[in-house]
């Protein structure tokens, strides 16, 4: 919590007696390595983004607002402008189409309002 407080989930760390050459830039994932609350794809979990007005079920606007929001909330805890959203966890790629299938119209939906919520996603591997 107090990293997250003080900006300082980023750090240089002394890697050995090395000097200079043992100095390694690493960082504290905000999630570990799982995704924000609300965003899990998979079989195991009820996570679905329904983009479609006809369905009872359509969820895409609040689907967004909310990870507009979580996104604030985890760049506030870095100083860099750039920040990795982790979206995964052991064995929650076991229905690996609805990972990409929701990850698509996230990425998708997002870029297209970037300008408004300044926020730009990709796929990406640290």
């Keep these: 919590i107090k ?21 390694i830039f690493t960082g504290i994932n ?4 799982g995704p924000p609350p609300g965003f899990c ?3 195991l979990c009820t996570d679905v983004i329904m983009d479609d007005k006809r369905l009872e079920d ?4 609040e689907k967004l607002s909310s990870f507009i929001n ?3 909330e985890q760049a506030a805890a870095y100083k ?6 982790t979206m995964g966890e052991d064995f929650q790629y076991q229905e690996a189409n609805m990972w990409y299938k929701n990850l698509d119209k996230l990425i998708k939906y ?5 300008e408004e919520h300044k926020i730009h996603l990709m796929y990406s591997t640290p």
């Design 3 to 23: 990293r997250k407080e003080e900006q300082n989930m980023e750090m240089i760390w002394n890697a050995g007696e090395g000097g200079d050459e043992g100095k």
């Design 30 to 33: 905000y999630n570990v390595y």
């Design 41 to 43: 794809f998979d079989s």
């Design 58 to 61: 359509y969820n895409l606007d």
């Design 70 to 72: 979580l996104t604030y």
């Design 80 to 85: 860099s402008d750039h920040i990795m959203m």
């Design 110 to 114: 997002m870029n297209e309002n970037q």
